[in-house]
């Protein structure tokens, strides 16, 4: 026999019914976590992570779907079955669905049947896993793909070599200075290392010329953006990042690329990612120029506070880099 599974809880007022049913489901390996009081039984269940649960429909103090209702708020993955007495009186199958409820006990039929039902949940909770094992592999196969063609990038090209991540680093502590939420900061981190990814598309001829641009090499390079988000979407882990990418050239007075957005017509994230951008590229060394001063940068981006970039936006970064003076002075390269 199988080591025994501990894991089934058991929301009941009959406490006679759920001790026979500890000792039928004992004989087959099966430990069983036993409440009469529903409070108490969701307590242990936010505690402690369980793979299936029993709930009498019935009870005196609160109905069973109701406790459904309340588990399934902070537990999406547990397997319920839910118990009665009297199968006329149980809640119609739209509302087992809606609650996503997978299977229904009459209490008068065997126990067997019960124990078949846990055993299917088992298995559901396992395969739940598995998939959810499996969709991790591939989302971190996507990034490691796309990690590779962003070193293929920067391999070919000194100026964004070590851009990105210096971006990324911008981005991540800019959003916490912002209270960004955490969905908002894994969008932002993802879309700041990758937004250039695009470069690999663009002919090095054009990518690599120390001279100054022609009109029509300049258009070429603006083409990176589009190119990136396409790389990217092939990957499912990128979805939210991909406006990011498509975006980091639109400016506020909709002088920019490539769609020409305007104002609020760019999105939050993608005006925070603009301004680590610029103020990355700023600070950088460029075969024409020196890298600017922090000061020197600021100011600059100030300039450009309602014209490029969004100006409140320009305000807090501008705020930010001054309070974080140190974190700054250590990050830009030529501090180094
Ligand atoms: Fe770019
Ligand atoms: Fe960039």
Known sequence: MSPKKNNVLIIDDDIGLMQAMEIVLD?????????????????????????????NYLMSMIRGDEIVKLVREFDKEIYII??????DLAPSIDIMRSLDIQAFFEKGARFDDLIL???????????MNEIKQMSMTISNFGVEIATVLK?????KDNYTKEHSDRVAIYADKFAEYLN????DRKILSLAANFHDIGKIGIADAVLLKKGKLTDEEYETIKLHPVIGETILAS?????????????????????????KLKGDEIPYLVKV??????????????????????????AEIKRSAGTQLDENLSNKFIEFANRENEFILKTIPREK
């Open 151 to 155: 070193n293929a990038v920067d391999a």
């Open 27 to 55: 004989s087959y390996g099966i430990g069983l976590s036993k409440f009469t009081e529903p409070i108490a039984a969701i307590q242990e269940l936010k505690v402690n992570k369980h793979d299936v649960l029993v709930v």
């Open 235 to 259: 990957s499912e882990t990128f979805k939210d990042a991909l406006p990011l990418v498509r975006h980091h050239h639109e400016r506020i007075d909709g002088k920019g690329y490539p769609d």
């Open 180 to 183: 960004l939420n955490d969905e």
């Open 82 to 87: 839910l118990m009665s007495a009297h199968k």
């Open 117 to 127: 039902l846990i055993e299917s949940g088992y298995k559901y909770v396992e395969q």
């Open 273 to 298: 990612i603009s301004i680590c951008d610029t103020f990355d590229a700023l600070t950088s060394r460029r075969v024409y120029r020196d890298g600017y001063t922090l000061e020197d940068a600021l």
